[in-house]
């Protein structure tokens, strides 16, 4: 069976900005991409949607997406048997079969469906949240076994809890969405609490999404990849060195490749270091940084510059006005300026700044967040689901996140 694996398309990113239709042209291409390749099956690893609750533009365009789709014919009708808790629900699909779990982007407490819900119930996919989709197609079977996107602190809890095994005589395949530790520059529970030695055994396949750049990695008895997003969002510097894409397996021969999407904005990412250095120094090696970059450039790049190092004695970060720079190059690329120069005084802020934009978290994200931890420090700490609550206050449901916190209070 070919099985054709993207994730992370963030529809509805860049709404209002030039960058509006670029999360839809590229999942575009992934989808016409599977279906070139003739795949029998297409399986999504979370942020499908940039926002827990999209607006009717993102779902326009997210239908239109799936609209791909349907000009593709199965020689035969195919039946996804998806599987949670002993219950048992049957799909059918015509087309290329679609089978995909929610990711961070996602989440929303049991209180709440979510975008994923909605697309099961519109017949465009197979929705997975600790369940398993087994189908079978010219003979062959195949079994895939999701995870949706939970809050990091509680992944690996997550993970152990639902532990799952794989099914003999199958093909069988895990799909997350979770940051992994050997991954990231830093140790924290709060960013990643599953390591690569906690992936479950014994599977064909474990794919996880969340993670913006490509990547494989063959352990011991464990296939392990990242698809990466199909559209920039984060603007790292690994995704300025590998580009956009999904993968292909092939599970007769256990083959695995990478196809690059045909068409994508090229990404420059570059860092400038100074030492005491006045403003308008840094603005003209600014400049002349960027009139190099664009010299061999195609079409209108996105760059990113990071500036780090020291100003010159009494001089703020706050007296270095960029604003010309990116008035010049306007018209030439996209541009983002980072800039972390080294003053005691700023230091603590830009460290509790970086903290907070980790990620590109939503103010809400940030908010739960800051609330977890400050819960931690407290009698509290896991007396109640913190998401929970926290959700339901936001929604106006008071009156129930009263009650569910009665009900902690008793139990």
Avoid at 7 to 27: C, N
Wanted: net charge neutral.
């Amino acid at each position: 069976m070919r099985i054709a694996i993207a994730s992370d398309f963030h529809i509805g990113f860049g709404k209002g900005t030039e960058r509006e239709q670029e999360a839809f042209e590229q999942a575009k291409q992934a989808f016409e991409l599977a279906l070139k390749e003739k795949a029998d099956l297409l399986l999504l690893a979370g942020d499908l949607f940039d926002s827990d609750v999209p607006s009717q533009e993102a779902w326009l365009e997210m239908f239109k997406l799936f609209s791909v789709l349907r000009g593709q014919k199965q020689s035969e009708i195919c039946k996804v048997k998806k599987i949670k808790n002993e219950k048992v629900e049957n799909f059918l699909f015509s087309t290329i079969p679609v089978i995909a779990i929610a990711g961070t982007h996602e989440f929303r407490s049991k209180d709440f469906k979510n975008a994923l819900d909605v697309l099961q119930e519109a017949g465009c996919l197979v929705y997975l949240h600790a369940a398993k989709a087994e189908l079978e197609l010219s003979g062959e079977k195949v079994v895939v076994q999701g995870l949706s996107g939970v809050p990091e602190k509680k992944a690996l809890d997550a993970l152990k809890m639902w532990g799952p095994k794989p099914v003999q005589g199958a093909t069988n395949i895990v799909l997350l969405h979770q940051s992994i530790k050997e991954f990231l520059p830093f140790d924290d529970e709060m960013i990643a609490s599953i390591a690569l030695a906690d992936l479950p055994s014994g599977f064909d396949l474990i794919v996880d999404g969340h993670l913006h750049w490509s990547s494989q990695e063959n352990l011991e008895k464990k296939r392990f990849i990242v698809p990466g997003s199909t559209v920039i969002t984060q603007m790292k510097k690994l995704e300025s060195t590998k580009p956009k894409g999904i993968f292909l397996f092939e599970s007769k021969e256990n083959k695995l490749q990478f196809i690059p999407l045909p068409e994508q904005r090229q990404f420059l990412f570059e860092k400038l270091e100074f030492r005491e250095a006045r403003a308008e120094q840094i603005r003209e090696a600014i400049g002349k940084r960027l009139s190099g970059l664009l010299s061999n450039a195609k079409g209108k790049p996105l760059v990113k510059l990071k500036l780090k190092g020291s100003l010159a004695k009494g001089l703020t970060q706050a007296d270095l006005d960029l604003r010309e720079i990116r008035e010049n190059f306007r018209e030439n690329c996209i541009i983002a300026i980072d800039a972390d120069f080294e003053q005691a005084s700023f230091k603590q802020k830009l460290q509790e700044l970086r903290e907070a934009q980790l990620g590109k978290k939503s103010i809400a994200a940030m908010g739960f967040d800051l609330l977890e931890k400050n819960l931690q420090e407290t009698q509290f700490k896991n007396a109640f689901d913190v998401k929970r609550i926290f959700d339901l206050l936001a929604n106006n449901e008071i009156d129930k996140a009263v009650e569910v916190l009665s009900e902690s209070k008793k139990g």
